[in-house]
T-cell receptor
Framework: GQNIDQPTEMTATEGAIVQINCTYQ??????LFWYQQHAGEAPTFLSY????GLEEKGRFSSFLSRSKGYSYLLLKELQMKDSASYLC?????????????FGRGTQLTVWP | DTGVSQDPRHKITKRGQNVTFRCDPI?????LYWYRQTLGQGPEFLTY????????KSRLLSDRFSAERPKGSFSTLEIQRTEQGDSAMYLC????????????????FGQGTRLTVV
């Protein structure tokens, strides 16, 4: 089966850096995804890691270690609009193609 | 194409009534997924279509739930005899263009239909 764990809540101040961790267990790892979801809105894609290492995309970076079953999402120069839920999700080779297994989400609150 | 669209955005229904939701995926995508999300949880997989074929259903999808994608384009999700436990956000996602590599790639989500059963 799949088990994905991430913190429930985090807070940070505008302009700061925050790191959201995600650990996972899956029988057939096939990529790790981070999605951002504002309240009442659709999840929107942020990043995808399938190989170990850091992927950087503007203010957002995502890191993956497959041997440790660990990923993090790094948000730099935080803005108020970054207040949202951040969802960690994994794909599983042994499961339906494209099916994602999501964590509960980390609710990030950015204070002025 | 502006993305995945879902209709309605909100639905309030009385317990025992039937409801139907619609999803229009991105037009060139051949794979379509339905997820359900409750407050404070991540989305949970319900069912998957490749073109018009429904290839997988989660055990979450009881006999009261049925989904179709008759022409391989839009999809509908029907819940019969709704129960209060069905209250949730129902999300549709699409991905996969014909000829594209069969790898996990970005899934595009619609804004969801929020169902409240009273």
């Amino acid at each position: 089966g799949q088990n994905i764990d991430q913190p429930t809540e985090m807070t940070a101040t505008e302009g700061a850096i925050v790191q959201i961790n995600c650990t996972y267990q899956t029988s057939g790892f096939n990529g790790l995804f981070w999605y951002q979801q504002h309240a009442g809105e659709a999840p929107t894609f942020l990043s995808y890691n399938v190989l170990d290492g850091l992927e950087e995309k503007g203010r957002f970076s995502s890191f993956l270690s497959r041997s440790k079953g660990y990923s993090y999402l790094l948000l730099k120069e935080l803005q108020m609009k970054d207040s949202a839920s951040y969802l960690c999700a994994v794909g599983d080779r042994g499961s339906t193609l494209g099916r994602l297994y999501f964590g509960r989400g980390t609710q990030l609150t950015v204070w002025p | 194409d502006t993305g995945v669209s879902q209709d309605p955005r909100h639905k309030i229904t009385k317990r025992g009534q039937n409801v139907t939701f619609r999803c229009d995926p991105i037009s060139e995508h051949n794979r379509l997924y339905w997820y359900r999300q409750t407050l404070g949880q991540g989305p949970e997989f319900l069912t998957y279509f490749q073109n018009e074929a429904q290839l997988e259903k989660s055990r979450l999808l009881s006999d009261r739930f049925s989904a179709e994608r008759p022409k391989g384009s839009f999809s509908t999700l029907e819940i019969q005899r709704t129960e209060q436990g069905d209250s949730a956000m129902y999300l549709c996602a699409s991905m996969g263009s014909p000829g594209a590599p069969l790898l996990n790639t970005e899934a595009f989500f619609g804004q969801g239909t929020r169902l409240t059963v009273v």
